[in-house]
């Protein structure tokens, strides 16, 4: 009859189910109801992006990558599918797949990453670079954080052009909305992204500077014979490899442009002279990162990240001033943000083991105001009520919980197994609690040395994330 529901109504109903298992981290139970999705539908592509993302939240992100790729395997057509393919894939470190997909959308001619560089693919760019940064590739890393940056300022220039013909054509209501558009350019989310990590990596730099020498020459002295043979055969393969590939590019970016007559000439583009970041990995990386944060906190001031990354640069430059104006910035944004408690922290500490004092007016204020940050109480007192805040609420979040550990080992406040009990007795039923946050703990963890509790960490993960594999 007319109340009858269609043949498809349940399938539907068990993807919008497990859509809300996805909602609230129960990954295991979505999966179930999704494979059920797949088995009575195989040929539905929406059914694989969902699984893949519960399989990526859920750890297996090299697993997430193959279920989406056999979803884009249905429809050649689809560039949504194909590009979300790619991106699951970077973050998989799988990046030879990654440009292989990319690649079926751009044009024949010429280099695949050129061409998503020519029309301005941000979000590839991104996501390679996140890649390159976590294999520790920095010179290439920050090059493609660049070329987003780059993206940006084009955009800048060109409402030059746009204001001409504008006026030109009186199209007064597209001009408006540009100029609207334009005043936020520097705070829209890409480049806020793009401009953050290059500042941390300079930061990271600046902190750790062997972080670059595994680029410099090895030390051969300290090999054996054998060792020191394979080393410069390795090293000999690369670099014939990497030459290799440059010259087969040439050769075929020549023969596209000037093979056939019947080939539309593409337009040359610049040989780039320094593919691996080396110029970018010689600036000044405090000034570097002076720069990003200082944009950072004028066109994105509603982000708590950008005033955590300008009382970052501060302190390193010694302008506890300008780290203690970023504080209170936090604090207005979140109060209770892991980002602030653990930064209050940090300024405390630094001001109690300072060789050299501000200027008498800088030290009156940082004096008159930070107290008020730490409520009046001193630096035992900050922790410890921290530590009994978080205590109280089970609920409360992994990273402050991580936070609040740190600084009762750094203050010395408690003991190490004090510290450890704040993460472990949450069983990690607490908000925030992902593979991201899960690791971080985990390094706290191993950090003070506590095998048995990195054990039971390690198997509460394991239980709350069962897709994830090799923890550690």
Request: proline fraction near 3%; glycine fraction near 6%.
């Amino acid at each position: 009859g007319d109340g009858e529901s269609p043949p498809s109504a349940l399938l539907w109903a068990w993807y919008l189910r497990s859509i809300l298992h996805e909602q609230v981290a129960e990954y295991a139970q979505g999966i179930t109801l999704i494979n059920k999705c797949i088995e009575h539908t195989p040929t539905a592509v929406d059914f694989y992006e969902l699984k893949a993302r519960l399989l990526e939240a859920g750890g297996d992100i090299q697993q997430a990558a193959d279920v989406i790729d056999a979803g884009r395997d249905l429809d050649h057509q689809d560039r949504y599918i194909n590009n979300q393919t790619t991106k699951t894939f970077l973050r998989a470190g799988r990046e030879e797949d990654a440009k292989k997909r990319i690649a079926l959308f751009t044009r024949e001619q010429g280099s695949p990453e050129q061409y998503l560089y020519d029309m301005q693919c941000a979000w590839y760019e991104l996501e390679l670079a996140d890649l390159l940064r976590r294999k520790g590739e920095f010179g290439k890393s920050l090059r493609k954080y660049m070329a987003v940056v780059k993206h940006y300022e084009d955009y800048h220039e060109d409402q030059f052009d746009f204001h001409s013909y504008c006026i030109r054509k009186v199209t007064m209501r597209a001009y408006c909305d540009l100029l609207r558009f334009e005043d936020d350019l520097w705070g829209l989310p890409h480049y806020g992204r793009a401009a953050e990590e290059i500042a941390k990596i300079h930061l990271h730099i600046h902190d750790n500077p062997s972080a670059l020498e595994s680029d410099a020459e090895p030390d051969y002295s300290k090999m054996t014979p054998a060792e020191r043979k394979k080393t410069k055969n390795m090293a000999r393969k690369k670099k014939n490899a990497a030459a290799k590939g440059g010259s087969k590019s040439d050769t075929k970016s020549n023969n596209t442009n000037g093979g056939s007559g019947n080939v539309k000439k593409s337009k040359p583009h610049a040989i780039d002279e320094d593919p691996s970041g080396k110029e970018l990995l010689a600036l000044n990386h405090l000034d570097e990162a002076k720069k990003y944060a200082a944009i950072l906190a004028r066109h994105a001031p509603k982000s708590i990240s950008s005033w955590a990354l300008q009382y970052d640069v501060s302190v390193r430059r010694g302008k506890m001033l300008m780290g203690l104006q970023a504080l209170f910035k936090m604090k207005s944004i979140d109060s209770n943000s892991p980002q602030l408690f653990s930064r209050v922290v940090d300024f405390s500490q630094r001001l109690g083991s300072r060789s050299s004092k501000c200027h008498d007016t800088s030290e009156e204020i940082i004096s008159a105001e930070f107290p008020k940050l730490m409520g009046g109480k001193t630096l035992s007192e900050f922790v410890k009520s921290a530590k009994e805040r978080v205590k109280s609420d089970a609920a409360s979040d992994l990273p402050m919980r991580t936070a609040v550990a740190k600084a009762i080992v750094s203050s010395g406040v408690g003991s190490a197994p004090d510290s450890l009990s704040l993460i472990l007795d949450s069983k990690l039923n607490c908000r925030s609690a992902n593979v991201e946050s899960c690791r971080e703990a985990l390094k706290f963890i191993e950090s003070v040395g506590g095998q048995s509790g990195k054990g039971q960490f390690q198997a509460l993960v394991v239980t709350k994330f069962p897709f994830l594999k090799d923890f550690k």
